[in-house]
Nanobody, 125 residues
């Protein structure tokens, strides 16, 4: 019944902006943190951003800070990831995930309760 569905992935040139969306349903949106993770082939999944839906606070890992922006639409229970100035090293499968709570940090994969199936983002040089 719980669903998280990513959309907006695709192939872009370096520097060409991209916007990902995570549509959620089946859980109390305001009581959860939504995280964005990515995984490149052969590498570990890494958290890149999160937003605390209770108060809207956001957090970013250093490699994307200033380029990516996470935001939420509480009326639609959706979270977006605006990717400006993407680079080839940003290539990977992007996942959104939900964990119960209000703490303002990204956290590790195991802390999250629900996951989407991911969307591929490929940034060419």
């Amino acid at each position: 019944e719980v669903q998280l569905v990513e959309s907006g992935g695709g192939l872009v040139q370096a520097g060409e902006s991209l916007r990902l969306s995570c549509a959620t349903s089946g859980f109390s949106f305001a009581d959860y943190v939504i995280g964005w993770f990515r995984q490149a082939p052969g590498k570990e999944r890494e958290g890149i951003s999160s937003i605390v839906n209770r108060h809207g606070h956001t957090y970013y890992r250093d490699s994307v800070k200033g380029r990516f922006t996470v935001s939420s639409d509480n009326a639609k229970n959706t979270v977006s990831l605006q990717m400006n100035d993407p680079k080839p090293e940003d290539t990977g499968v992007y996942y959104c995930a939900a964990r119960w709570g209000y703490s303002d940090y990204i956290g590790a994969s195991y802390e999250y309760d629900y996951w989407g199936q991911g969307t591929q983002v490929t940034v060419s040089s």
